[in-house]
């Protein structure tokens, strides 16, 4: 990986933040643009206006980021440079960027004066490839309500399977959640048995993840309204989270004689949310009898 490379990537980032979005491959385009090497001057639009301005002036260009998107994109360049044999950099990723052929991409292209096909055939020179070279292989993209992609709506969600989620969402046993713990167990229960009975239906990972993604939604939403009071409070505005306060301290190694006991912690935690689990299982059970299997 050159430095080149890891220099595009990161103004990637940093003009998606400047922006106050997450990144996405049009952010990547910008930061390729911005370097040095035939990619930057492939991207070069002479007297128009420069992608950091056609993309900034735009505001719905990218907006949002896409995070699932970009490291398509990455993987991609990845693939090409190895196939060929070579250190990756910004050319490999300018190629992979247009045949991944984003909207984002392709408008801001289009705004700066940028023909993609010229742009393309300059990258693929660059790397020392035939200009009519085809499509690189993209990896397929991570599931459907993972990452930062978002879950399929509601309306392409497997028939069958929503309907069998949905009887369960209107007889969870929301009386029997007295304490915060009552509620993880149940949230826990509930994604444990939408992976089943997505499992059982032999559903696709975007079928799969997409209805875990609305159910345990769906089930929040129900907990929330039936015990307010057990609800957890988001952390104030600028306040870092527990989690990473507790990164940020300096962590004492244990003694020699002790190591051998690292990572007990977890395993009796995770035995202690394994029993908790099942005891709610237990006292709730007659609640879902009946309940649809497909």
């Given at each position: 990986m050159s430095s080149s490379y890891l220099e595009a990537v990161r103004r990637g980032f940093r003009f998606a933040g400047?922006?106050?979005?997450?990144?996405?491959?049009?952010?990547?385009?910008?930061?390729?643009?911005?370097?040095?090497?035939?990619?930057?001057?492939?991207?070069?639009?002479?007297?128009?206006?420069?992608?950091?301005?056609?993309?900034?002036?735009?505001?719905?260009?990218?907006?949002?980021g896409a995070g699932f998107l970009h490291m398509q994109a990455q993987d991609g360049a990845r693939s090409l440079a190895q196939a060929r044999g070579q250190d990756l950099a910004p050319e490999h990723l300018l190629i992979a960027l247009l045949d991944q052929g984003t909207p984002d991409v392709l408008q801001a292209l289009r705004r700066a004066g940028l023909d993609p096909v010229a742009v393309r055939q300059a990258a693929l020179a660059a790397i020392g490839a035939a200009a009519a070279e085809p499509l690189i292989p993209l990896p397929a993209l991570t599931p459907a309500g993972t990452l930062d992609r978002p879950p399929l709506p509601v309306g392409d969600l497997d028939r069958r399977a929503w309907t069998a989620l949905q009887w369960r969402q209107d007889h969870?046993?929301?009386?029997?959640?007295?304490?915060?713990?009552?509620?993880?167990?149940?949230?826990?229960?509930?994604?444990?048995?939408?992976?089943?009975?997505?499992?059982?239906?032999?559903?696709?990972?975007?079928?799969?993840?997409?209805?875990?993604?609305?159910?345990?939604?769906?089930?929040?939403?129900?907990?929330?309204?039936?015990?307010?009071?057990?609800?957890?409070?988001?952390?104030?505005?600028?306040?870092?989270?527990?989690?990473?306060?507790?990164?940020?301290r300096r962590r004492r190694r244990p003694p020699k004689a002790l190591?051998?006991?690292?990572?007990?912690?977890?395993?009796?935690?995770?035995?202690?949310?394994?029993?908790?689990?099942?005891?709610?299982?237990?006292?709730?059970?007659r609640h879902y009898r009946g309940a649809p299997q497909s």
């Open positions: 400047d922006l106050g979005c997450g990144c996405g491959p049009v952010h990547f385009l910008v930061g390729i643009a911005e370097g040095h090497g035939a990619a930057a001057a492939a991207l070069d639009p002479g007297t128009g206006p420069s992608l950091r301005a056609v993309v900034t002036a735009a505001g719905n260009i990218g907006a949002g969870l046993p929301l009386s029997r959640v007295r304490r915060r713990s009552d509620w993880d167990a149940l949230s826990h229960l509930e994604q444990k048995a939408a992976w089943r009975l997505t499992t059982r239906r032999s559903l696709d990972d975007d079928q799969r993840y997409s209805l875990i993604w609305h159910h345990a939604a769906q089930v929040e939403q129900r907990l929330a309204s039936a015990r307010p009071d057990l609800s957890r409070p988001r952390p104030a505005p600028g306040r870092p989270p527990a989690a990473l306060v507790t990164l940020g190591r051998f006991t690292v990572g007990w912690g977890a395993w009796f935690g995770n035995r202690r949310t394994g029993l908790r689990d099942r005891w709610f299982q237990l006292k709730t059970f």
